[in-house]
């Protein structure tokens, strides 16, 4: 439950870091500045700072960067930067450096959430067994890891895997009324918001990154040329990974020992037996319908003759 707690803090303050790069952003496109990979680094973020403080140049630019980046001052970028601060009013100005503050303690605070699971492993050998586990899917790396095991707790609390889809919000949306059943397709978004979008998370680096070796790359590439939908793919893609992990945790497999069709290929098992007992069951009740029509017409004989 620490965990758990931990990684939704996390994604909290990733969400306002997200906002505050938005607003960004937005002044760079205002002011003509298209350098906006200033934000991903914390040298950008000094960088920026120097704009906010009306102290750019390139005296301060060199005493700030160490040596070996010294060379990415290019001339350039040093217009750029020099044309982006007298295009600032006072008022952007100091707007424009309380954002960059709060976007640098985000960052250090966010470096230190990301040690929270570190700590759980550390202590904890199950955690680092089951880390272990997840860690082999391809495009699954320690974040998202971390945050699934943290926000499923305990595989033992779903029995099967649709329990886990239908906890994850990733079931499909179902009308009945009465008799009359309509299944939309459309996922319904309720339950673990966190679950699902460290899963969708992890399948858009799989649809992005990935290799035609790789099964769940070939399932969202399939889906997404058969509907040409880039988000119905993903969501369906994130719902087969959910169940391969379910199968994972339950069964200790690691990714390169389970077969990934085991979400198709059991339920067809299910049904198959299912029906031939009904076939059986319906064979019998016929057996006892003939021998039961015979006896009638061997007694209407017996009267007639």
């Known amino acids: 439950m620490s965990l758990r707690k931990a990684n939704r803090q996390l994604f909290k303050q990733i969400n306002d870091a997200t906002k505050i790069k938005q607003r960004l952003n937005q002044l760079f496109h205002q002011k003509e500045f298209s350098y906006p990979e200033f934000l991903d680094s914390q040298i950008g973020l000094k960088m920026l700072q120097l704009v906010a403080n009306r102290m750019v140049s390139e005296t301060t630019l060199c005493a700030l960067l160490p040596e070996h980046s010294q060379r990415l001052i290019e001339p350039e970028k040093m217009r750029a930067l020099q044309a982006f601060q007298e295009k600032l009013d006072e008022v952007e100005r100091l707007s424009f450096g309380n954002e960059l503050t709060q976007l640098r303690l985000l960052e250090i605070t966010m470096d230190r959430q990301h040690l929270a699971y570190y700590n759980v492993a550390r202590t904890n050998a199950e955690f680092r067994r ?46 009945q009324s009465g008799h009359h059943k309509h299944v939309t397709g459309h996922i319904h978004k309720g339950g673990n918001k966190y679950l699902r979008r460290a899963l969708v998370l992890a399948c858009q680096n799989i649809y992005a990154k990935g290799t035609p070796a790789n099964p769940l790359y070939r399932f969202m590439r399939a889906k997404k040329e058969q509907r040409d939908s880039y988000w119905l793919a993903l969501c369906a893609g994130a719902r087969k990974l959910l169940v391969i992990i379910w199968h994972m945790l339950k069964k200790e497999f690691e990714w390169g020992k389970i077969n990934p069709d085991i979400e198709v290929l059991e339920p067809v098992k299910r049904t198959i037996s299912q029906k031939i007992k009904l076939f059986q069951s319906k064979l019998k009740r016929y057996q006892k319908i003939e021998e039961m029509l015979s006896g009638r017409c061997e007694n209407l004989l017996k009267v007639f003759l």
């Open 130 to 175: 089951l880390m272990k586990l997840l860690l082999s899917i391809p495009g699954v790396g320690p974040d998202t890891a971390a945050t699934i095991l943290a926000e499923i707790a305990d595989i033992s609390y779903f029995p099967r895997p649709v329990q886990l889809a239908k906890w994850a919000g990733l079931a499909p949306r179902v009308h």
